[in-house]
């Protein structure tokens, strides 16, 4: 079974700075998809940042981009240029491609405060 | 586009009622998931259903839980005789129909707002 591990329960960071947050992941596939998801106070999971295991190239969107590691199995966010609005949890989800059955599994999350 | 609809947002219960969360999926989306987020964890996966077939329920518990996807109408979760431990957070996800497609895009699930239950 796949599992995903966020070592990092909390994390803090000024506004305007940047900031990591780290995910590892356990799975023998060869076939499967990362993803970061935001849950903000509302607790709706926000779609952050996608990754496909084929790609060498690290995905990016605007201040969010990632550190994919396949063989270290390892997938970092960095959150550049820090804003009050990405007080969030972060999880980190993997899925892999099995019949079509798109099960997402979760890390624990990573709580991000963003101060003033 | 309205988006995943679920409701309630918010749903008290005693033990031993029943609950019913409803989800309905994006537009064009026919693939429903159902997760739920215990305090301080992650979401945990429950069962996938696409219209009248259960796809995949392995995250279900055994006794009292149950999930359809009609034809017509939205995706219902059922809890019969709730007990305190059922008070979580439930998520609905949808999907378009383009599973397993690598590189479709498809493979992206969007999240309704959750329903969160409360058992007294």
């Known amino acids: 079974a796949q599992t995903v591990t966020q070592s990092q329960p909390e994390m803090s960071v000024q506004e305007a700075e940047t900031v990591t947050l780290s995910c590892t992941y356990d799975?023998?596939?060869?076939?499967?998809?990362l993803f970061w998801y935001k849950q903000p106070p509302s607790r709706q999971m926000i779609l952050v940042i996608r990754?496909?295991?084929?790609?060498?190239q690290n995905a990016t969107e605007n201040r969010f981009s990632v550190n994919f590691q396949k063989a270290a199995k390892s997938f970092s966010l960095k959150i550049s240029d820090s804003q009050l609005g990405d007080t969030a949890m972060y999880f980190c989800?993997?899925?892999?491609?099995?019949?079509?059955?798109?099960?997402?599994?979760f890390g624990k999350g990573t709580k991000l405060t963003v101060n003033p | 586009n309205a988006g995943v609809m679920q409701n309630p947002r918010h749903l008290v219960r005693r033990r031993g009622q029943e609950a019913r969360l409803r989800c309905s999926p994006m537009?064009?989306?026919?693939?429903v998931y159902w997760y739920r987020q215990l305090p301080e964890e992650g979401l945990k996966f429950m069962v996938y259903?696409?219209?009248?077939?259960?796809?995949?329920e392995s995250g279900m518990p055994k006794e009292r839980f149950s999930a359809e996807f009609p034809k017509e109408g939205p995706s219902i979760l059922r809890i019969q005789q709730v007990v305190r431990g059922d008070s979580a957070a439930y998520f609905c996800?949808?999907?378009?129909?383009?599973?397993?497609?690598?590189?479709?895009?498809?493979?992206?699930?969007?999240f309704g707002a959750g329903s969160r239950l409360t058992v007294l």
């Open positions: 799975t023998s596939e060869s076939n499967y998809y």
């Open positions: 989800a993997f899925m892999k491609l099995q019949g079509g059955s798109e099960k997402l599994v």
């Open positions: 996800a949808s999907s378009p129909n383009l599973a397993g497609v690598v590189g479709s895009g498809a493979n992206v699930l969007t």
């Open positions: 990754q496909e295991a084929y790609k060498q």
């Open positions: 537009k064009g989306h026919s693939h």
């Open positions: 259903l696409q219209k009248e077939n259960i796809i995949d």
